[in-house]
């Protein structure tokens, strides 16, 4: 079986063509470069890691609950429609929903491997171009190992939200070479991160969910620093009339993302009120908080870069979010990278038992 019969309605058109503009930039300076750049781009080296080799792809998930997440964490519980479900409507839709939202991840990771690759190609900086190389590295990995859980362990696949096409396709239309760092870098990759977060903290420890997204994030700590370290200088350096023109971009962006996680395209599959549905989900105090967490990560590197103006600082307000402004983003990165080193250690050290045990059972046979 293809991907295509695992889609809940198969895309038509089913590849996506993207008119990209943009001047391909060559340098011719090799020596110099920027030291916290070249840095990033050595961890990027160092951690790059094999998919099918660090995760454990031989662990059984839970057909109707793939990544193992409670019931009241699935954005309708509690409401009218949810009571009035039956046991195997509860079960397609806590299903339906994980996958729904594994397959906008599973987009977006394609979204940035194609941004890193233009990044590659339209940066003027040298050190810059290592790092995006990696980073191309880093989210084809992601792609590869979102597709395999959504085709192995979850056997379905729903097609890219509108909300995101339309981020993608106004970061990749845009000829200015700063605009693939600012629309996926910082945006699209900060708030993946704050849901990645989300998700990862509240599966099972140990669970293939858990290591597949903790490992994702461990890389894409650096990815946003990268979009951080690139554009502050730029930025500072920027006339009045082009940062405004990046603050609106930033506005409009952020409310896309907002209702990004809806899932409309579930209620729909399932034969459910969307319109009852989308409006338990705009007044749901556990999804508003969910909505606020995912900007996390975004609102204070925004305002780190320096696109702080009034508009922008509005539009935070009036998703209450502006308190996030003063958030340590270094600490946030730091523990995000610590948990996918933690559940290394875990799991060499259940192998050095298992490895024992083994020895021991050995010694007492022969």
Known sequence: MTTKDKYTHVPEPYSWEVPCAGDSRFTWEYDEGRARLLSLYQKGKDKQWDAQSRIDWTQQVDPLN?????????????????????????????????????????HG??????????????VPDLDAKFYAATQTMDEARHVEAFSRFLQEKVGLVYPINKHLTALLDDTLRDSRWDMPYLGMQVLIEGLALAAFGVLRDMTPQGSLSKQLLAYVMQDEARHVAFGRISLKDYYSAL???????????????????????RGEEVFETLGLDVEACASWLDTSPLMIQFRSHLFSRIVPIVKDIGLWGDKVQKAFSDMGVLDMAGSDIETLMKADEDQAEAL???????????????????AGAG
């Open 109 to 122: 990771e394609q979204g940035a491997m194609v941004c890193a690759a233009k990044i590659v190609e339209v």
């Open 239 to 261: 006339t009045e009339a082009e940062r405004n023109e990046r603050e609106e971009f930033v506005v409009d962006a952020c409310y896309l993302m907002r209702d990004r996680f």
């Open 66 to 106: 793939p990544v193992g997440l409670p019931d009241e964490f699935h954005p309708l519980f509690g409401s009218p429609t949810w009571e009035a479900a039956d046991k195997s409507l509860r079960d397609q839709m806590r299903l339906h929903f994980q996958a729904w939202q594994f397959s906008q991840f599973l």
């Open 344 to 362: 290394d250690k875990a799991h060499a050290e259940m192998a050095e038992r298992a490895a024992e045990v083994d020895q021991v059972i050995a």
